[in-house]
């Protein structure tokens, strides 16, 4: 209340009307203010006044106040016996700073007192908004004049500042969520690569900290932010660069964050009628936007998506338009009608049919039915809880101060309790929705999610197709329609917003230096690796058992295998170890058959037994590689192995000595006679095979072989091998072997050219040569191979090395004793200086 008795109440908005973006831009005043504050006075009264027409552009406010103030008026149980009523200074839509200058005028020359003999003391409340500039522009200078505001745009946490604005109280639930709901959104719909466009603003500038804050760990990227300059002429100078910048840019979904009224605003009108084939997503709520020409697919998401703060729809409102007569409510909308043919652009005339619907006292009717958002939205219905929370706080104090005490004319009404009333009113509006004041209690904002569309002829429609609320559990706070789930599955196509292309099972993303997160490559999974789901980081290591498809998508189970007798390759080892076997025991019989001819006799019967017996068993034991690997098959493998080679080639070593020996004991009385007659030479196989026997004591003592798996050799295959155990062990036994080998070979190419028919030291030299080469040759293959492969190397060098000595040293005897009888004589011995040995 003022001080002459009444209870008042200020009302400021922003009138620009957002037209055709080419005539806000030509008719701009001075450096481009976008914004003309305007006040609207509400005072307590038991009778209505006459109020004078005003051409009004921004009608939305004024049927708002008219109808919640006709609403409290015939509420009987909310100040009762007082009624509101309005006063419009249309002379005051000037620079805000022109509001200070008044409210000073209306404290000196106001001095009318409706209803009441009380002299009352001013406690005027301004309701300021909706944007949070023009609210805090005047919200410093208002303590001068013990005004309070109510702000009713959207909550801004700079108003919160109670040093500077100690009176100034927001309406509008807390939207600290706002940026975790977008990014919800987004991430639903696979929209990584997004623009932002926000105010150069500390607002502009909070919402995008936020952004940012949610969007870490998300996978989610900002493409480009286009703060836009709120100085007109700056904003002039930089709106190419803006429309550059969204249009050269791979993302098809742009956040637009900020208020009406201003220079972004403008933008979003702009880039709307350039038809830039674009989502966006905003808090702004223009009707421009859905009544704007241009085409519309039917299979497209194309358009915009708001998220306004949820409330209830007030049932009676849309009523209160269709019937409402501006004869009893003198505004002149003929302001109205002709701006919004200005705005359609084209052939509207048609509609205005008569005279009559365009008088200036016509029903709002005809509106309505021209496609005129009736639905109160988000500003209105915090001014319609703002004039609720004015009256419920003004309703409390009069109360209060009636049961203190009588009420006199010397009463004043008690500013600072109607103040602090205010600050903590909390009340349940008539459509049921919770109402606080009081930041301390106040809640974050639900929202709902609406989705424009542009249908031909200028016809748009708005449609509520989800809903996000902050205080649902993890995963369940963004809810969707079903329609909106059809629409995903569905004829309706929603485009991507990606800077890169979803990586298909199979592959894996890699990030490029220097580029966003939501830039990357894809990359094939290496060997044995899979990725099962889209844009996978990593690939998944396949399990010891399984491995990946060609595809790398998924597993599969590996086979387990061994070199089995049924693998052609094990087939083909077996035939050849039993052919050569039988061809051993052959020659060893041609060998006991024929054990009493000079050839046989003059090559030492007995080492020629022991090597041809010991050869066959080489070739048996090459069996042991073959079949299902078992403990005793493991240990007998390489223990049969070591020793049978080891008496082979001793034998070989002894045969070789005794030629040397025979040769050098020819003179008689020689020493060496002694040696050769003694026998010395036959001790050569047992010592040499003791030895060994001791080397593979001492493996199987320390670390024996055992039964091991291969899953890494072949592709798809678990190989069942005989793990050596000691390696150092295995390798000794090999060199011992191969240091009796090339010792046998040393002496055997020494006593090569030895005179005598029979002397086989020529075929000692060659047998042990290829044995040396095929071990030689066994050491780097049998490392460069594995699984199956390793078992087929030994198989093939005890084979092979097995036969060189085989055929090197009795093959050409075998050719002489059948093919050639005649040589194989005593008379042949006789005609040349014969060698016995």
Not at 184 to 211: C, E, K, R
Not at 452 to 473: A, C, D, E, H, T
Not at 597 to 615: D, G, Q
């Amino acid at each position: 209340m003022d001080h002459t008795g009444n209870a008042t109440m200020f009302v400021e908005v922003s009138l620009t009307e957002t037209s055709c973006f080419w005539r806000i831009t030509q008719n701009t005043e001075n450096n481009g203010d976008m914004w003309k504050d305007c006040l609207f006075e509400i005072q307590t009264s038991q009778k209505p006044s006459i109020q004078r027409n005003l051409r009004i552009k921004k009608y939305q406010y004024i049927l708002t106040l008219i109808f919640v103030t006709e609403e409290i008026n015939k509420n009987p149980n909310l100040l009762p016996n007082i009624s509101l009523k309005f006063n419009f200074f249309p002379d005051k839509c000037d620079d805000s700073f022109k509001i200070i200058i008044f409210l000073r005028w209306r404290a000196v020359i106001y001095r009318k007192l409706p209803n009441y003999s009380c002299k009352l003391m001013g406690c005027g409340i301004l309701l300021t908004g909706p944007t949070w500039a023009a609210s805090s522009k005047i919200g410093t200078f208002l303590k001068i004049f013990h005004h309070a505001q109510i702000h009713y745009g959207p909550f801004h946490p700079i108003l919160s500042d109670h040093y500077q604005y100690p009176h100034l109280y927001q309406i509008a639930p807390k939207n600290t969520r706002l940026a975790f709901a977008m990014v919800s959104l987004m991430l639903h719909f696979n929209w990584t690569w997004v623009g932002l466009a926000i105010p150069d603003d500390d607002q502009g500038t909070q919402f995008l900290s936020d952004l940012r804050e949610n969007i870490q760990g998300n996978e989610l990227c900002l493409a480009f932010v286009n703060v836009i300059s709120l100085n007109m002429e700056l904003y002039n100078t930089r709106a190419e660069i803006y429309y550059k910048q969204i249009v050269t840019s791979l993302a098809n979904v742009v956040i637009i964050y900020g208020e009406m009224n201003s220079t972004l605003e403008l933008s979003f009108i702009r880039w709307a009628y350039l038809r830039i084939q674009s989502i966006w997503v905003t808090t702004l709520q223009l009707d421009v936007i859905t009544n704007m020409k241009g085409d519309f697919m039917l299979d497209s998401f194309l358009g915009t998506i708001v998220f306004s703060t949820h409330h209830h729809e007030i049932p009676n409102f849309k009523k209160f338009i269709q019937t409402m007569c501006t004869s009893t409510y003198p505004i002149d909308i003929s302001l109205l009608k002709s701006e919004w043919m200005n705005f359609n652009c084209s052939d509207n005339e048609s509609k205005c049919q008569s005279h009559s619907m365009c008088l200036p006292n016509t029903s709002l009717e005809w509106y309505a039915d021209q496609g005129f958002d009736m639905a109160m939205n988000e500003e209105n219905y915090n001014l319609y809880n703002a004039v609720y929370a004015w009256a419920y706080a003004l309703h409390e104090t009069l109360f209060q101060q009636v049961d203190a005490q009588p009420r006199t004319p010397q009463n004043l009404l008690d500013c600072p309790k109607f103040y602090h009333a205010l600050k903590n009113i909390q009340f349940i509006n008539p459509v049921g929705d919770l109402v606080t004041v009081n930041e301390n209690t106040k809640i974050d904002a639900d929202y709902d999610i609406l989705h424009m569309w542009n249908f031909p002829r200028g016809l748009g429609i708005k449609v509520k197709i989800g809903q996000f609320s902050p205080y649902m559990n993890i995963g369940q706070q963004l809810y969707l329609s079903d329609k909106t789930k059809k629409w995903t599955t569905g004829s309706r196509q929603i485009p991507s917003s990606v800077c890169s292309e979803t990586c298909r099972p199979g592959f894996r993303k890699f990030w490029q230096k220097g580029k966003a997160a939501c830039c990357f490559v894809c990359f094939p999974c290496p060997a044995n690796e899979i990725s099962n789901n889209m844009d996978m980081d990593q690939c998944v290591k396949c399990p010891i058992d399984q491995y990946a498809n060609k595809k790398q998508t998924h597993y599969l189970k590996k086979i387990v295998t061994f070199l089995s007798y049924e693998d052609p390759l094990g087939m083909a080892l077996a035939c050849l170890a039993l052919c050569f076997s039988a061809l051993t025991s052959l020659v060893l019989g041609v060998f006991v058959k024929h054990q009493d001819t000079p050839i046989v006799k003059a090559n030492n019967r007995t080492n020629s037994y022991i090597l041809l017996i010991s050869l066959k068993f080489c070739f048996i034991c090459s069996l042991l590689f073959i079949g299902y690997p078992k403990i005793v098959t493991c240990i007998l493998q390489q223990v049969t192995f070591a020793v049978l080679f080891t008496v082979a080639v001793s034998t070989v070593l002894a045969k070789t000595i005794t030629v040397v020996l025979a040769f050098k004991a020819t003179a008689p009385g020689r020493k060496m006679r002694g040696l050769l007659v003694s026998g010395a030479p036959n001790f050569i196989i047992p010592i040499c095979t003791l030895i060994q026997l001791v080397l593979c004591g001492l493996w199987l003592g320390t670390s024996p072989p055992f039964v091991d798996t291969d899953a890494h050799s072949e592709h798809g295959h678990i190989i069942i091998v005989c793990n050596k155990g000691s390696v150092t062990a295995f390798y000794c036994v090999l060199g011992y072997l191969g240091s009796l080998a090339v010792g046998s070979f040393t002496v055997a190419f020494l006593a090569r050219n030895l005179p005598d028919t029979f002397n086989e030291a020529k075929f000692l030299t060659f047998s042990m040569l290829v044995f040396c080469s095929v071990w030689l040759t066994f050491l780097p293959v049998y490392h460069s191979t594995k699984g199956k492969a390793m078992v087929v190397v030994e198989v093939f060098s005890i084979l092979f090395s097995s036969v060189g000595l085989l055929g090197c040293i009795f093959f050409p005897k075998c050719y002489i004793i059948l093919l050639r009888p005649s040589r194989n004589s005593v008379q042949r011995i006789k005609k040349k200086q014969p060698i016995y040995c």
